[in-house]
């Protein structure tokens, strides 16, 4: 069974371009999350999507959007890029909406803004 | 609100000694806690999880965890260290009610295991 498969692996961008990120979950995982790790503020919850809808955010700008799919899979965009915005993007899916159903985490878009 | 403190964010071990990673949270309805590992260039691996029940919780590798209510903590600990298990662990946080659906997680503990 595939894992969690986030591409691209790395990405290069400069200041003031935008970003899109992809995420397809594991096959039947209808909850896709999404967090920003940095090692100046660690990991950090972006939103989580259930059946196409979001249903929690955490506290970035409007910068940054999400959105998924019918058939779960998830991108992630950001725009107008800032320096700050480089970090490395993980997506995580889970089977059900259940809180405490186990999270699976792919192995990230690293983004570098220049 | 909900909040993890992770205390020592590097531990270095001999291999074959103790391992004790400490995890204490913050939380105004009973949570769900968690541990997951990360190795270099890799995403985060549930290692084990707490949600009701028995408060001692056996995980994967031959790591397990305690919750201590009266203390607000959730140390992670692995009676003999391997080399294998040099990453980094976090800490997680979730409440068990509400519609809150993110996990809140903690800065990160490096361990390093030395020959």
């Known amino acids: 069974k595939a894992g969690v498969t986030q591409t691209p692996r790395y990405l290069i961008k400069t200041r003031g371009q935008q970003v899109t990120l992809s995420c397809s979950p594991i096959?039947?995982?209808?909850?896709v999350s999404w967090y920003q790790q940095t090692p100046g503020q660690g990991l950090q919850f972006l939103f989580e999507?259930?059946?196409?809808?979001?249903?929690n955010k955490g506290n970035f700008p409007g910068r940054f959007s999400g959105r998924q799919f019918s058939n779960s899979r998830s991108e992630m965009n950001v725009s107008t890029l800032e320096l700050g915005d480089s970090a490395l993007y993980l997506c995580?899916?889970?089977?059900?909406?259940?809180?405490?159903?186990?999270?699976?985490f792919g192995s990230g878009t690293q983004l570098s803004v220049l | 609100a909900q909040s993890v403190t992770q205390l020592g964010s590097h531990v270095s071990v001999s291999e074959g000694a103790l391992v004790l990673l400490r995890c204490n949270y913050s939380?105004?309805?009973?949570?769900?806690l968690f541990w997951y590992v990360q190795y270099p260039n890799q995403g985060l691996q549930l290692l084990l999880k707490?949600?009701?029940?028995?408060?001692l919780v056996k995980g994967i590798n031959g790591f397990e965890a305690e919750f201590k209510k009266s203390e607000t903590s959730f140390h992670l600990t692995k009676p003999s260290a391997h080399m294998s298990d040099a990453a980094e662990y976090f800490c997680?946080?979730?409440?068990?009610?509400?519609?809150?659906?993110?996990?809140?997680f903690g800065k990160g503990t490096l361990l390093t295991v030395n020959p």
């Open positions: 995580a899916s889970k089977r059900t909406g259940i809180i405490n159903d186990e999270l699976f």
């Open positions: 096959s039947g995982h209808r909850s």
């Open positions: 999507y259930f059946s196409e809808t979001q249903r």
């Open positions: 939380s105004s309805v009973p949570p769900y």
């Open positions: 707490y949600t009701t029940g028995a408060t």
């Open positions: 997680a946080v979730t409440n068990s009610g509400g519609s809150n659906y993110k996990l809140t």
